[in-house]
């Protein structure tokens, strides 16, 4: 089992910046590969980022792309999204994410674990 806690979300104007953090406790988390997903109410989980076991592969949507980088600690057991430069389009709920093998990042449906999400609002 792998028990994951986002934090960081907040309410914030176009513009600005956040910085997510989901911390892992449980299995080794360097063997895992990690992803953050985003919903709004009414839609599907959407894919934003993901990164592989020791961060030396990332993925992301085209829609953060350029934007948002993923990265991970794994001393720290810790995996980061930060997010510059957000539009209003970014407000979502967003759930980091755990998988074992390194493919079919986009699909959530291959994640093996998810935290509860954080609330991310971004006011025009």
């Known amino acids: 089992q792998v028990q994951l806690v986002e934090s960081g979300g907040g309410l914030v104007q176009a513009g600005g910046s956040l910085r997510l953090s989901c911390a892992a406790s449980?299995?080794?988390?360097?063997?895992?590969?990690m992803g953050w997903f985003r919903q709004t109410p009414g839609k599907e989980r959407e894919f934003v980022a993901a990164?592989?076991?020791?961060?030396?592969?990332?993925l992301y949507a085209d829609s953060v792309k350029g934007r948002f980088t993923i990265s991970r600690d794994n001393a720290k057991n810790t995996v980061y999204l930060q997010m510059p430069n957000l539009k209003p389009e970014d407000t979502a709920v967003y759930y980091c994410?755990?998988?074992?093998?390194?493919?079919?990042?986009?699909?959530?449906?291959?994640?093996?674990?998810w935290g509860q999400g954080t609330q991310v609002t971004v006011s025009s």
């Open positions: 990164i592989s076991r020791l961060g030396v592969t990332t």
């Open positions: 994410a755990a998988k074992s093998v390194y493919r079919y990042l986009s699909e959530p449906g291959t994640y093996d674990y």
């Open positions: 449980g299995r080794t988390f360097s063997a895992y590969a």
